[in-house]
C-alpha cells in the first residue's frame, strides 16, 4: 500500500516541452460588439451635437422673427396714433373754420361797443369753447411782415418804418398749434424810396452834433 505524502498537492500534467506558464488559463478576448461598442458612443454624441445646434439654429430664427414682429407692431401702434391724432386735428380745424365769421362779427360788434347783454355772454361762452378746443389769435399792429402767417390786402409807403411792417389788422388770423387755418388779413407799409429812415437820420444828426462840439 502506498504512502501518500502529506503536505504537497498533486500539480497537473504538464505536457512535455511546455512551459510554466502554459499551464495558466488565459483571459478572453473581447468580442466584437464589446469592441465597437466605443464607436457607437461617439457617433450617437455627435448626433446629439448635430441635433442641439439644429434647435439652436431655429431658436435664433424664432427670437429674430419675434423681435421683427414687436417692431412692426410697435411702429404699426405709433402709426395709428400719429394718424389718430391728425385726423383730430383737422376735424377740430374743419368745425373752427366754419365758426371764423362768427368770431369777426363778435370782433366787430365789441369794437363798435354792441356787445351787452345777452349777445355778450353768447359771445363770451363761444370765444372761451373755440379756445379750449386749441385756437388761438394772432396779428398784431407793428410787427413785421411775414407772409407764412400774413395776407396783404392794403400796401402803402411810410417814411417812420425800416421794415415792412403791419400796419392795420383787418381780420385777425387764427391758429390751433401749428397749423394755421387763416392768416391775419393785414394792411402793410414799406419804407418810403429813396427815404432816408428815421433812425438812420438821428444817428447822422448826432454825428454832426458831436463834430462840431470838437471843432468848437
Do not use: W
Not at 498537492?9 to 466605443?38: F, I, L, Y
Amino acid at each position: 500500500m502506498t504512502e501518500e505524502t502529506p503536505g504537497f498537492d498533486e500539480k497537473p500534467d504538464v505536457p512535455s516541452g511546455a512551459t510554466p506558464d502554459d499551464a495558466e488559463p488565459k483571459a478572453a478576448a473581447p468580442s466584437e460588439e464589446e469592441a465597437a461598442a466605443p464607436a457607437g458612443d461617439t457617433d450617437q454624441t455627435v448626433g446629439l451635437t448635430a441635433q442641439l445646434d439644429q434647435v439652436r439654429t431655429a431658436l435664433a430664427e424664432r427670437t429674430a422673427d419675434l423681435q421683427r414682429l414687436q417692431a412692426e407692431y410697435q411702429n404699426y401702434r405709433r402709426r395709428v396714433e400719429r394718424d389718430r391724432v391728425t385726423v383730430k386735428e383737422i376735424a377740430v380745424a374743419n368745425l373752427l373754420s366754419e365758426l371764423l365769421p362768427v368770431l369777426d362779427d363778435v370782433g366787430r360788434a365789441r369794437e363798435h361797443g354792441e356787445l351787452v347783454g345777452g349777445f355778450k355772454s353768447v359771445a363770451e361762452s363761444l370765444e372761451t369753447v373755440v379756445a379750449k378746443l386749441g385756437l388761438q389769435q394772432f396779428g398784431k399792429e407793428g410787427e413785421p411782415f411775414d407772409p407764412t402767417i400774413h395776407e396783404a390786402l392794403m400796401h402803402s409807403y411810410a417814411p417812420d418804418v425800416t421794415e415792412t411792417t403791419c400796419v392795420a389788422i383787418l381780420q385777425p388770423g387764427y391758429r390751433i398749434g401749428e397749423r394755421t387755418i387763416r392768416p391775419a388779413r393785414v394792411a402793410v407799409a414799406e419804407p418810403q424810396p429813396g427815404a432816408t429812415p428815421a433812425a438812420a437820420k438821428e444817428e447822422k444828426t448826432d454825428d454832426e452834433e458831436s463834430g462840431g462840439t470838437e471843432e468848437a
